[in-house]
């Protein structure tokens, strides 16, 4: 049974007032085995965010059925909604969202906290995962005080604490300059290595190119994916450029 | 082209609703309240009430009062919303408008406020102002009327003090403008406060300045009326007052900070999960937070001493009123016919005062003097040196003598009775140079408590032959202790009309004194409302009312300024709310994505809603103990025995200021909750 199966998953979005109905996604379908590192690539406005969310359960889909170990999605209840995300899930974002009220050490250990976690479990948790993401020296310090990558790796550490079933990553890399993105992408693979599961939404190859399969969605469908095999990042990376160069007409 | 100004201007409010509204709201609520003192000082109605002048002079110290703080309190509260204000400036400014272009755009703005709340404060005014004058009268025991009134002098006063007000304001934030760059307010918002060693030293200043003003208060002698002690103690209360107001910002800017990192410091204590998001979102923003918590402390501390010291003083005044105004109420009436009900006349006056007993009062004394000592020359000694030359004795007839007291005064034809209440040496000797006889009765309470320490001396006969004695021995005094003789500053001629003057028109003269079982308030009722025509109402009540009247006008003042109070404090957690509501939406937002649910969201905020609460007003409830040898010297100063204890009522007023803020404060906190789960449109 995979990890995660997404099952026609329809969303149409209508504005209040006018009625106009604009289809976000028309039938996708996909499903994320345990331990495997996805990336899903689409154009801007493919509908690759509303997926993210229809899977985190932030936002209802019209038609169709999102199972993560079996369970459906819809049929957890409103007031374990919360705690089912905080349990089964990780959030990185392209915007980091830490809180700028929290020093980095602490936005680590909110999940913790918020999962009624023993004082000493937390730090026993946080700091290895820390030293290994390389923050351990800047957890004192408030998100303001540090560089976007350093803060991205924050939010890293911060979804991959709770060991979540699976992390999700909304453009890690968007905001970061490009030897950030390499470090944190390489964070990504490391943590990967150590049998966490992750699906990610990128346009960006390079961020693609790190991960073990590739989904383009496209007119909010999937309808195209590429595995990486053994291949080399590099390699990768070229098959994924010529796969959107054939498929999306060139752009990137 | 020109009207731009004024569409930049009118949006800028009109998008902003939820920041206007309230303000408006309030500076036209404040500006009502201006308008009704200044109105009450000014109307006959009220002014003409019994205590009226006190009053009157209360209510227009209370407007000036309640000018200066609302003065303050607009320009603080227009800073609160200016700052949404700067960026918006910054871009038109970065869009090629001059500065002096967003000057008139400011000046513009703050017409349109001062011009919508003055007119909304001023129709308030003019609605509510009947409601307040009759509640007032009522307060104060005087007679309703319906009539509307309306003083076009309060009008121009209020529409003054905005125009004042707000020029004030404009002037500031157009100075702030030019002081400025645009670029500054580009930036993000504010960077979080850092903590360190410098924190704990200043914590520790706070502490020792605080200790400072107590010790100072503390030293203050339990007893003012010692000549040289009240200006020395006001002097030492004013200065540890002063030391106190700075030991509270330094403590809130930099203690909180430090009792809140030491507080994280636990574990146990901080990872939990209300404290974990409480703790770091107040130690984020403390020092900001810090002046308005400050602020709330010293306002709250004023408020807990104000009503304190005032249900300190209503209760121990109520001891001084039972001596000025013994349990049995006594009037003189007069002008009042003989015969006429007074009974009826007083259960008219609409209480259940019930008239214990009624009779006829001599309204004139005897003075005997020395020999060859003149009255007018015993009264001036009296005057200058303080050395009596001269006797006073009451007059009563056997007659009513036993009305007053039940009891009749064992007396002959020819004798007098005499109950003394200093001792008599000399003998007394009437106009006939017989010597009186006197026999000295014992004391009586009755007689007391109407006729003072006086002596008295009584008639033996009814009132009409006390009078027919009275004028046979010379109408205003005169029983010389050697021989009689009339007073040697009137001549015959001028002593007859006097003589025939009172007889003729005794009956005008005529008191009677009715003595009423009732309360102090029910004598108050009568004394307000008794109705005869021509009569003329004494009573030791008076000098009571006088008192009340004091101490209800400052309760008036009082309450005013509790009013006011609450105003700010209302505002003042409104914008605070609003404010940091939008600026942690975006934090509440991420932290439901990390799987935070709608109950905690609550409970944290209420979590900081009461630790910010409570900061504030325990420390100003230890304040206000502090003020106690003060606040109690003050009140003894008007000679009240202060018997309750003053901490109580601390507690007491701790109390009731705290549910106030509870109800603010959730209220308040409904607005902040609302804008964290996204409920309402960011500003």
Known sequence: MPLLEVKNVKKIYSTRFSGNRVTALTDVNLSVDEGEFVA???????????????????????????????????????????????????????EFNLLDTFSIGDNIRLPLVLDDRKAAEIDDKVIPLASKLGIKEILD??????????KQRAALCRAAVMNPSLLLADEPTGSLDSKSTGEVLHLFEEI?????????????VKAASHASRVLFIKDGAVYHQVYKGDLSNHEFYNKISDSLQVLLGGSR | MR??????AFNAISKKRIVYIPYIFSTAVMGMVLYLLISLSRDSHTTDLIGGEVFSVIARIGAIIFFILSTIFSIYISFFITRGRHKEYAVLNVLGLEKKHLTKIIFIENLILSVSSSVIGIIGGIVFYKLIELAVIKFFGGIINYEMSFEPMAVAIVFLSYLLVYSAISVIQVALLYLSRPVEYMKSASKGERKGKLYVLFSLLGILILAVAYKIEYSIPPDLRITNFIGRSTRQFIFSSILIVVATFILFVFGSVTVLSVM?????????????????TLV???????????????????????????????????????????????????GVEGGMDLASIIGATGGNAKVKRVYESFPYFMVYTKKDTSYHEANEASLTEGGFTAEYFSLIDEVSYSALTGEDPDISDDEFGVIMGKPLSETLIDASGESIKLVVLE?????????????ILIFP????????????????FIVNIEKSDYDIRQTPEELETAKKKFEDEYDSYRTYVVSVDASYAEQYLVYMNVDVDGARIESTTEDAVNFISAIKGLFFLCSIIMVLFFIMMVVTLYYKNLFEGIEDAPNYEIMRKLGMDDKLINRTVYAQMIISLVLPIALAAVHAMFSERYVIGIIKMFEVRVTHSFQWLVILSTVIVTIIYLIIGIIASGTYIKIVKGKKQEV
């Open chain 1, 40 to 94: 899903i690539m689409g154009e801007s406005g493919s509908g690759k965010t509303t997926l993210l969310n229809i899977i985190a359960a932030m936002d209802d889909a019209t038609s169709g059925e999102v199972f993560l170990n079996g369970t459906n999605i819809k049929d957890i209840k409103e007031n374990k909604l919360a705690e089912f995300r905080r349990k089964k899930f990780g959030f990185v974002f392209q």
């Open chain 1, 141 to 150: 310090k408030y998100p303001y005080e540090v560089a976007g990558g350093q």
């Open chain 1, 192 to 204: 990967h290595e150590d049998g966490q599961t992750i699906l990610m939404v990128t346009h960006s």
């Open chain 2, 264 to 280: 994280k410091k636990s574990k146990r204590l901080f990872y939990r999960k209300y404290n974990f998001i409480s703790l770091s």
């Open chain 2, 284 to 334: 984020f923003r403390m020092r900001r937070s810090a002046i308005g918590l400050g602020t709330i402390c010293i306002l709250s501390t004023l408020a807990i001493v104000l009503a304190s010291a005032l249900i300190s003083f209503a209760v121990s005044a109520d001891d001084y009123l039972s001596s000025i105004a013994p349990e049995t109420f006594i009037a003189r009436f007069s």
């Open chain 2, 443 to 455: 004391d009586n309470e009755s007689v007391r408590s109407v006729y003072g320490e006086n002596n």
């Open chain 2, 3 to 8: 009207n731009i100004y004024f569409r930049i």
């Open chain 2, 461 to 476: 006969g009814d009132s009409q032959a006390l009078l027919k004695y009275y004028l046979s021995n010379d109408i205003r």
